[in-house]
C-alpha cells in the first residue's frame, strides 16, 4: 500500500462540508505556486495553480488563496466528497524557472 | 499520467547490484525529472534534464546517475543499489508555455526495494 502518508499531518471533514488545506511556503522570491494531489499508489496529479501577482484564483470546487506576507497558502475544497481523500503538496518554484519544491503534503480524510 | 509510462512499476534487488528505473514520455515535452518519494519527507528532486543529452543534480543526488539519449526517454541509474535507495520513484515532465509556468506531470510511480 502507499506509504507516503505515514508521518502526515491529517484533516480530517465531514462529507458535504468545505475543507482548506494550508500550506506555509519558504522562499520569499518564489513567484507560483502549485497545488498537486496525490491518490494511493498514484503519482502526484495538478490541482490548480497561482502566480505571485494573484491573491486568489477558483477553479471547479477549488480555490487557492495567497497571502505574502506571511508566506501562506491554502486550498479550499467545496463540497468535500469520498473522492477527495488524498495526500495534497503544495509547490513553489523559486529563483530557478525549471525547478519546483514540494512540501510534505497534508492527508485529507473524508468522513462519512 | 500524461502520456508517461514508467518500467518497471515494481522491483525487488539486492544491495550492491545495479538498477535502472526507465521514463518513457509521449509528450514531447522539453524537461524530465526523476523525484524519490519517503515517508516525513515528501518528493525530493534527484536529477533533472533540460534537454537531449541536458542534465543537472538535484537535491538528492548522490548515488544516481541519468541520461536521455532522446526527447522521450529518461532514466535513472542506480549504479550499486544500497537499502537507503529503497523508495517509490516518480518521473514527471513539464514545458514551458508562453507564461513561463512549470507544471510537472507525473507519471505513476516505481516501487523499489533494495534488500
Known amino acids: 500500500g502507499e506509504s507516503v502518508g505515514l508521518h502526515l499531518p491529517t484533516l480530517s471533514v465531514q462529507e458535504g462540508d468545505n475543507s482548506i488545506i494550508n500550506c506555509a511556503y519558504s522562499?520569499?522570491?518564489?513567484?507560483?505556486f502549485i497545488w498537486y494531489k496525490q491518490e494511493s499508489g498514484k503519482g502526484p496529479q495538478f490541482i490548480i495553480d497561482i502566480r505571485s501577482n494573484m491573491d486568489k484564483r477558483q477553479g471547479q470546487r477549488v480555490t487557492v488563496l495567497l497571502n505574502k506576507t506571511v508566506k501562506h497558502l491554502s486550498l479550499q475544497i467545496a463540497a468535500t466528497q469520498p473522492g477527495d481523500s488524498a495526500v495534497y503538496f503544495c509547490a513553489e518554484r523559486g529563483l530557478r524557472d525549471d525547478k519546483i519544491i514540494f512540501g510534505k503534503g497534508t492527508r485529507l480524510h473524508i468522513l462519512p | 499520467d500524461a502520456g508517461i509510462t514508467q518500467s518497471p512499476r515494481h522491483k525487488v534487488t539486492e544491495t550492491g547490484t545495479p538498477v535502472t528505473l526507465r521514463c518513457h514520455q509521449t509528450?514531447?515535452?522539453?524537461?524530465m525529472y526523476w523525484y524519490r518519494q519517503d515517508p516525513g519527507h515528501g518528493l525530493r528532486l534527484i536529477h533533472y534534464s533540460y534537454g537531449v543529452k541536458d542534465t543537472d543534480k538535484g537535491e538528492v543526488s548522490d548515488g544516481y546517475s541519468v541520461s536521455r539519449s532522446k526527447t522521450e526517454d529518461f532514466l535513472l541509474t542506480l549504479e550499486s543499489a544500497t537499502s537507503s535507495q529503497t523508495s517509490v520513484y516518480f518521473c514527471?515532465?513539464?514545458?514551458?508555455?508562453?507564461?513561463?509556468?512549470?507544471?510537472?506531470?507525473f507519471g505513476a510511480g516505481t516501487r523499489l526495494s533494495v534488500l
Open positions: 514527471a515532465i513539464s514545458e514551458m508555455t508562453g507564461l513561463a509556468k512549470n507544471i510537472q506531470y
Open positions: 509528450e514531447n515535452h522539453r524537461y
Open positions: 522562499n520569499s522570491a518564489s513567484d507560483y
